[in-house]
């Protein structure tokens, strides 16, 4: 039994901010804000420091939120004998997901003017979608890598 992998890959969400970007935008944004809250105190407009704090946190929480998911991954292996999905979620938690790579099937979606929107991978009654954080260029080099993986699984 040769269960050697032919096709291994680690799917992930990017994130354009980095952590050093993040923080200095965020140091900037909160000297920025305290500045106005320093500004509006003075002229008496008390009542509108809270927003400003609202407004902060909720900038706050978006990002942390957005980091989060970021956390996210997919792993997708494929041998001779196995495919194997198995996807993480942010809170650590996985689930996996196996199909003969005989019978599996790739199905991907298109839009003309986005490209792949929709990849999933189906066989024996089951089905999961896969890579949908990804972007569009990175859902094509994805897509035409594992399906020449499938057929190089389907030729041997």
């Not at 039994?1 to 935008?25: C, Q, T, W, Y």
């Not at 999905?85 to 196996?98: C, I, M, T, Y």
């Not at 890579?131 to 994805?142: M, Q, R, T, V, W």
């Amino acid at each position: 039994m040769n269960d050697k992998p032919l096709f291994e890959a680690v799917l992930s969400p990017h994130r354009s901010l980095g952590r050093a970007g993040f923080i200095i935008l965020m140091a900037i944004t909160t000297a920025i804000t305290l500045a106005h809250m320093v500004v509006f105190a003075a002229a008496g407009a008390w009542p509108v420091l809270g927003f400003f704090g609202l407004d902060l946190a909720l900038l706050f929480g978006a990002f942390w939120l957005s980091y989060r998911s970021g956390r996210s991954r997919e792993f997708v292996r494929v041998s001779r004998t196995d495919l194997t999905v198995r996807k993480v979620a942010p809170s650590g938690r996985s689930e996996e997901h196996r199909f003969n790579p005989f019978w599996a099937r790739f199905n991907i979606d298109r839009h003309d003017e986005i490209g792949i929107t929709r990849m999933q991978i189906s066989g024996e009654g089951r089905r999961t979608d896969i890579g949908g954080f990804l972007n569009p260029g990175d859902k094509e080099s994805f897509a035409s890598a594992f399906q020449r993986a499938l057929a190089t699984v389907k030729l041997r």
